[in-house]
């Protein structure tokens, strides 16, 4: 674990703090540790590898199972994707807390990305950092398996993950929201890492910041980090930047996804049934060669009836 953290790291502080990704590709929002629901997504849409090298890695499993050429099990999820093969990922951060199995939905993450760094492309979340994840669980996971060594380990990687990626030139991506103080990505070159996530500036609004619709342009944030941001500055942002999208994460969206700003700004949420307590739906965003985007929602399997007594809501992302 130390071994893959610190090359995940290493990884991370050789790339700049904005990536730009090519199409087709998948972007997934919030995961928050939720590891069997991660699975089930990379097997509805496909996973990062083919089921020829899945095989290839596991070929020693099959040789101690005594498998021939015609016996070999199918290693990956049947998909639903017309077109199999290799899948591309863009995921948007908050991999910790909340959920039962942080540990391993990070591991599994930074292992598919040093693996096939050209297929697998992983930000930060607000939950990446060491304020907040020692709050929400994922110190308390941590301890309670391993020791609190290696949560040092694990911020060590957190503090040096990109912020933001660009789509084909066109759709940028982020965990918060946009930046008032963001107007040229040479400002993110001068950020020196590793960096813990501030309250304020440029960092705190990538992985912090709301859209928020009773405004024009930006206020601060009743979170107490980042700003708010109204539909006048997502339109100033988009026609600065010159983007057809701005896709973010961050919120707890009913039905996996909500646009905002004339469409110009949409929230995806990939965690569902979040906490095991909001009855919420999934998604991904997945665009194609042709820049065409399209939602994969997936339904919770368990229902919250309305009489039901569930508790106390999670508290706000």
């Keep these: 674990m130390h071994e893959l953290l610190l090359r995940a790291r290493e990884m991370f502080w050789s790339e700049p703090l904005y990536r730009h990704v090519d199409v087709p590709v998948t ?11 991660l699975r089930m997504m990379f097997d509805m849409n496909g996973w990062p590898f083919s089921d020829e090298e899945a095989k290839e890695m596991c070929k020693d499993k099959f040789q101690r199972d005594k498998c021939t050429k015609t ?20 995921f948007l951060g908050d991999y910790v807390d909340r959920g039962p199995f942080s540990i391993e ?28 994840n020692r709050q929400y669980g994922f110190f308390s996971e941590c301890s309670k398996r391993f020791g609190t060594r ?66 024009d342009y930006y206020k601060d944030s009743p979170r107490g980090a980042g700003k708010i941001f109204g539909a006048k500055a997502v339109e100033e942002f988009c026609k600065h930047f010159q983007l057809d999208l701005i896709v973010r994460a961050h919120q707890v969206v009913q039905d996996g996804y909500e646009f905002f700003a004339d469409k110009r700004l949409v929230t995806i949420f990939s965690a569902p049934f979040y906490c095991g ?18 939602f994969m929602l997936i339904k919770p399997v368990n229902s919250i009836k309305p009489e039901q007594n569930v508790g106390p809501k999670p508290p706000p992302e």
Excluded at 115 to 129: A, F, K, M, Q, T
Excluded at 163 to 168: M, R
Excluded at 175 to 195: F, M, N, V, W
């Design 71 to 90: 016996t070999i099990p199918s290693i990956l999820g049947n998909g639903t994707d017309r077109h199999p093969g290799p899948k591309n990922y863009l």
């Design 27 to 37: 972007i997934v929002g919030d995961i928050h540790g939720q590891f069997e629901d």
């Design 277 to 294: 307590q909001t009855d919420n739906v999934a998604s991904m965003l997945s665009i194609d060669k042709d820049m065409v985007a399209s």
């Design 105 to 132: 939905v990070v591991l599994l993450l930074f292992a598919l990305q040093l693996r096939w760094p050209d297929r697998v492309c992983l930000l930060r979340g607000n939950h990446e950092s060491r304020p907040v």
């Design 150 to 215: 290696i949560y040092e380990v694990f911020q060590l990687a957190f503090n040096t993950m990109p912020l933001t990626a660009f789509v084909n030139k066109r759709v940028m991506c982020m965990h918060g929201g946009i930046s008032e103080e963001l107007y040229d990505l040479r400002q993110l070159d001068a950020l020196k890492r590793p960096i813990d996530t501030p309250d304020i500036g440029i960092i705190a609004d990538l992985t912090w910041a709301d859209p928020e619709p009773e405004i």
